[in-house]
């Protein structure tokens, strides 16, 4: 299992970028593939991003396309989420989750999918 702890929400003006971390704890990091949702009060969590645990396959939602960029560090343990251009409908609170390689069955955008989340932290973007 695999241990998660985020890090780098905040508030930022719109057009802003801002970086989220997410640092794993455990031995079965660089065999995970990794994902960031989001999340606001009464929808559904939502995919954001994914990265395979090669760090050479990724996936993005439509709406962060060109704007956010998913990246990893297998020596540091630990998964990025630059965002750039943020607008104000990007304020959610934002999650990473993980799914070892043998428990994933090609479902990234699928929440159900992974099986290790860490804590959200809030992005808020103001106009």
């Known amino acids: 299992q695999v241990q998660l702890v985020v890090s780098g929400g905040g508030l930022v003006q719109a057009g802003g970028s801002l970086t989220l971390s997410c640092a794993a704890s455990g031995r079965t990091f660089s065999t995970s593939a990794m994902a960031w949702f989001r999340q606001v009060p009464g929808k559904e969590r939502e995919f954001v991003a994914h990265i395979a645990w090669s760090g050479f396959t990724t996936y993005y939602a439509d709406s962060v396309q060109g704007r956010f960029t998913i990246s990893r560090d297998n020596a540091k343990n630990t998964v990025y989420l630059r965002m750039s251009s943020l607008k104000p409908e990007d304020t959610a609170v934002y999650y990473c989750?993980?799914?070892?390689?043998?428990?994933?069955?090609?479902?990234?955008?699928?929440?159900?999918?992974?099986?290790?989340w860490g804590q959200g932290t809030q992005v808020t973007v103001s106009s």
């Open positions: 989750a993980a799914v070892r390689r043998d428990h994933y069955r090609g479902s990234y955008h699928d929440p159900g999918q992974y099986t290790d």
